[in-house]
């Protein structure tokens, strides 16, 4: 079994909702954090947000009135929710396991799920 | 927000060194991923210097001031892909990734 393991919907149309399930079956819930980090086609990685086992978010700044994190600890799963889609939010979508203590000290992205396609097409 | 600046691309032979740079005004601690052709990233690098166990010796990472640099030595085919730096951003209060450098091993 993989240790992350993502899905969702994989087209969407303009101002749609993106939505996108994480699950972690591997180690102390408790001790990791998980980021959300996209990869535009042919281009480099965005890190989008990150959460902990208590729901604590972050979001980065200039997709946060769109971004919403969750968590679901008794089923170990993490979710993404991106509303208001356009093409620029086409891109292979991560979810990540992170060891970090929440203030930047350190961020270690230990594993990376295999990566779900969001097509934004009318 | 800060930017790290990588090489596009850098190309060595096989069985020689290749370093690979990353520079930015905000570097402070340096961490590297490599992302092989249809995978996904892995962490080669944390804190600049320190491999997660399973990491090859052939890897090795350095930092002086705003400036890092990722070291493969005894360059295999099977090290072809991209890598990437990456490093806190206070601004953001998340990491901030580099453009990504594709390595080629002729």
């Known amino acids: 079994q993989e240790q992350l393991q993502q899905w969702g919907a994989g087209l969407l149309k303009p101002s749609e909702t993106l939505s996108l399930t994480c699950a972690d079956y591997?180690?102390?819930?408790?001790?990791?954090?998980w980021a959300w980090i996209r990869q535009s086609p042919g281009k480099g990685l965005e890190w989008i947000g990150d959460?902990?086992?208590?729901?604590?978010?972050n979001y980065k700044p200039s997709l946060k009135s769109r971004v919403t994190m969750s968590v679901d600890t008794s089923e170990r799963q993490i979710s993404l929710k991106l509303t208001s889609v356009t093409a620029a939010d086409t891109a292979l979508y991560y979810c990540?396991?992170?060891?970090?203590?929440?203030?930047?000290?350190?961020?270690?992205?230990?594993?990376w799920g295999q990566g779900t396609l969001v097509t934004v097409s009318s | 927000q800060s930017v790290l600046t990588q090489p596009p691309s850098v190309s060595e032979a096989p069985g020689q060194r290749v370093t690979i740079s990353c520079s930015g005004s905000g570097l402070n601690a340096a961490y590297w991923y490599q992302q092989l052709p249809g995978k996904s990233p892995k962490l080669l690098i944390y804190?600049?210097?320190l491999k997660p166990s399973g990491v090859s010796d052939r890897f090795s990472g350095s930092r002086s001031g705003t400036s890092a640099s990722l070291a493969i030595s005894g360059l295999q085919s099977e090290d072809e892909g991209d890598y990437y730096c990456a490093t806190w951003d206070d601004t953001l209060n998340g990491p901030v990734f580099g453009g990504g450098t594709k390595l080629t091993v002729l």
């Open positions: 959460i902990n086992h208590t729901g604590s978010t």
């Open positions: 804190f600049d210097d």
């Open positions: 591997r180690g102390s819930f408790a001790d990791f954090y």
């Open positions: 990540a396991r992170v060891l970090t203590d929440g203030s930047g000290t350190y961020y270690n992205i230990v594993y």
